[in-house]
């Protein structure tokens, strides 16, 4: 049986809205479909469970992420250590705003599906994607944090600015830490000031972590 494209879209943006009104808790197929005007048999004949269906619709709330790497990797002004860790700042804050759709994404347990429900995804908006460059690519597909890092690093070992051991370090040891402040925040309602502040410190260890496994002398400073 044939699929309606635009129908799937249109679910997904159904979706996407009521995770901005109500939050991830309050999804199901039967109110999806009553909004959509449909059955839930016809939701399933496009997604294979509500999980797919949410995670999908989770993806749009990686795009502030992404179109900051694309702006992030024009930059001529920084260093690619500098790059990773503004690329660093930008994702713990907007992880930390979006903490439900990003735990989902990442630490939930259909987790290892993000990165074909993001491939998925970009087919269905492909406007999007017509923007993305090889670098930014690489990481919108990948559902690994710790590749997500080390790919960050592994241009910058190639300048000197670390080597290749502290590189794999660096990034187990950054993901480690983003997953430990992240997660100490789960389930707990923040105000903005507490979300700025937990994203602040969670930001302060990695770099800490990058002044003690960067060459000396290396700038980390940025000036955004």
């Known amino acids: 049986m044939k699929l309606n494209s635009d129908r799937k879209i249109e ?10 009104e109500e939050g ?23 997604f294979e469970n509500k999980g797919h269906l949410t995670m999908l619709a989770c993806i749009r709330f990686l795009e502030p992420y992404i179109y900051a790497l694309m ?10 250590i500098q790059r990773d860790l503004l690329n660093w700042k930008c994702f713990i804050g907007e992880a930390f705003r979006n903490r439900p759709y ?24 492909p406007d999007i994607q ?20 080390v790919f960050y690093l592994r241009s910058a ?20 830490v983003f997953k430990g402040s992240f997660m100490e925040y789960a389930g707990i309602a923040m105000t903005e000031t507490e979300i700025r502040m937990a994203s602040e410190e969670c930001y302060q260890l990695i770099y800490s972590l990058y002044k003690q496994y960067v060459e000396p002398g290396t700038k980390l400073e940025i000036d955004e």
């Open 102 to 125: 990003y735990e989902f994404m990442f630490f939930g347990n259909q987790r290892e599906e993000l990165e074909e429900c993001a491939y998925e995804y970009y087919q269905m908006f």
């Open 157 to 176: 070992v190639h300048t000197g600015m670390l080597t290749s051991e502290n590189a794999m370090l660096l990034g187990r040891l950054s993901v480690a």
């Open 11 to 20: 679910y997904v943006r159904i979706t996407s809205k009521i995770l901005e």
């Open 24 to 46: 991830i808790e309050a999804v199901t197929i039967r109110k999806v479909a009553a909004r959509a005007g449909c059955t839930s048999a016809v939701l399933y004949r496009h």
């Open 130 to 149: 017509k923007s993305f460059d090889a670098f930014t690519a690489s990481i919108a597909f990948s559902s690994d944090l710790h590749e997500r890092a």
């Open 71 to 80: 702006k992030n990797s024009e930059r001529k002004d920084i260093s690619l």
